[in-house]
């Protein structure tokens, strides 16, 4: 029963190619994020979805889009994929609202663009 | 200005010592939590410890507790009777009331136990 998961786990696609990677989570959290971990190690945030609506979008190429379909699920859809794509994305989920909770991670999708 | 701030990347600890991760950070909301993560090799992010800004005493769970000092915007984590499973890296995060909805993590100390 894993709070929040993502897939694929890994993820090896060319230059050019469009992916998704999927996020659920069973907490019955009401925000959602996703995360880039660079070759460095510092996690980014890129979105923040509260109850299916867009919170937070910080910069990042427009080639990134969130979608929300309802608010246990945000997934993240990258069009015409390059090389500096290549990270380890994280979807994490927590509550608002009752106090300050801590946030929950997926296990990270390492995605490699070649 | 930096929300987090960690100034150790790595750092070195003899098995079954104690070692503090230095963390300060930056916020002019009265209202705050300040939480500690754990990233071993295998990539997921585990959550350790969580200190909010109004708690009167220092959060601990089992081995780790925080050393918190609000006047100096320092939340430190102590790891106590250190293991090989230590090994990790840690991330220091906070979150606001204010803009309730976004952690801010800082760069992480890389920790290596030393056996």
Redesign the interface.
């Known amino acids: 029963d894993t709070a929040v998961s993502q897939t694929p786990k890994y993820l090896v696609t060319q230059m050019g190619n469009d992916k998704s990677i999927k996020c659920e989570q069973n907490l019955g959290h009401d925000?959602m994020?996703w995360?880039k971990q660079d070759s460095?190690?510092?996690?980014k945030?890129m979105f923040?979805y509260?109850n299916k609506e867009l919170?937070?979008n910080e910069t990042v190429p427009n080639r990134f889009s969130p979608k929300s379909p309802d608010k246990a699920h945000l997934n993240l859809h990258i069009n015409s994929l390059e090389l500096g794509d290549s990270a380890?994305y994280?979807c994490?989920s927590?509550q608002?609202?009752r106090?300050?909770?801590?946030?929950?991670?997926g296990?990270?999708t390492?995605l490699t663009v070649v | 200005a930096q929300k987090i701030t960690q100034t150790q990347p790595g750092m070195f600890v003899q098995e079954k010592e104690a070692v503090t991760l230095d963390c300060t950070y930056d916020t002019s909301d009265p209202s705050y939590g300040l939480f500690w993560y754990k990233q071993p090799s295998s990539g997921e992010m585990i959550f350790l410890i969580y200190q909010g800004s109004y708690d009167q005493q220092n959060a601990t769970e089992g081995r780790y507790s925080l050393n918190f000092q609000k006047a100096r915007k320092s939340a430190n984590l102590v790891i106590s009777a250190s293991q090989l499973g230590d090994s990790a890296m840690y991330f220091c995060a906070m979150r606001e009331l204010n803009t309730g909805n976004q952690f801010y993590f800082g760069t992480g100390t890389s920790l290596t136990v030393i056996p």
């Open positions: 925000t994020y995360y460095k190690k510092f996690l945030i923040s509260n919170i937070i380890v994280f994490a927590s608002v609202g106090g300050l909770t801590e946030a929950f991670f296990q990270g390492r």
